[in-house]
């Protein structure tokens, strides 16, 4: 996929209509070192880059059926900045990155008889409830209800997978310690061991269903929905099963 052009898009005809406004002042001008007129280009090219990210963020989050709030600010360019009047229809395109958030530069091209490209930076926050930490966690600890809430953050500074949902962290353990307010991402966690090496485990075959159950012994750790060994103490069979719960294991006849 191409960076670059995954997200051209032709302007709205809101757009088209502030466009044609602002060509008709850009032509009255052409003649003069500098415009007159408080509309300038440099405001043309502000608003064309605005509506054509609200555009494209609205289309990002439609298509990855993503919910939030977002905000776009263009900078602001070089007042002094002048360039011919277009007499085409000026064309939009997301030049970096891939997604429209966090820093993005956006392509202006005029495609007339006077041809001209120009990059226009800008910035655009999403904003979601993600989960974060309500006081301080040590390390190797196992998250608790009551370690967690949801609050709203820009997503678009997180570089990690962040979380949507507090039950995507209660249980889990913590690999590094974090401090009250923090945003908990994916690099921050680990399965939590509910099965340790040693453990006597209830082993629980399935066909159907029909279920026999057995005593066994765990014979590695493992966290939840993970595959371990575990020795059958009635036939000394060591076989692997998932594990379903705290000294529960399963496996499939």
């Not at 006077?114 to 301080?136: G, K, N």
């Not at 099965?195 to 629980?204: E, F, H, L, Y």
Request: aromatic share 4%; hydrophobic share 40%.
């Amino acid at each position: 996929m191409n960076a670059k052009t995954t997200f051209s898009r032709r302007l709205t005809s809101m757009c088209r209509k502030f466009l044609g406004a602002m060509s008709a002042v850009c032509l009255l001008n052409a003649g003069s070192p500098a415009f007159a007129d408080p509309v300038t280009l440099p405001d043309l090219l502000i608003g064309v880059t605005q509506g054509f990210l609200e555009f494209t963020v609205e289309d990002y989050l439609a298509t990855s059926q993503t919910e939030g709030r977002y905000e776009i600010e263009v900078n602001k360019l070089d007042p002094r900045m002048y360039m011919p009047a277009c007499d085409k229809e000026l064309t939009a395109t997301l030049e970096s990155p891939a997604i429209p958030l966090g820093r993005v530069t956006v392509k202006v091209r005029c495609d007339g008889a006077a041809p001209w490209t120009v990059f226009v930076p800008a910035q655009v926050r999403l904003f979601r409830e993600v989960v974060t930490t309500t006081r301080p966690l040590r390390r190797a600890g196992i998250i608790e209800p009551s370690d967690v809430m949801l609050r709203e953050r820009d997503i678009s500074l997180i570089n990690q997978g962040y979380l949507t949902n507090v039950d995507q962290a209660i249980g889990q353990k913590l690999v590094r310690p974090m401090v009250s307010d923090q945003v908990i991402t994916l690099v921050h966690l680990e399965q939590a061991e509910v099965v340790r090496k040693g453990d006597q485990v209830v082993i629980t075959a399935r066909s159907g269903t029909l279920s026999v159950r057995m005593p066994g012994e765990a014979l590695s750790n493992g966290g939840l929905s993970e595959q371990i060994r575990v020795k059958n103490l009635n036939s000394q069979r060591v076989i692997k099963a998932q594990v379903m719960a705290p000294g529960q294991v399963e496996v499939s006849m």
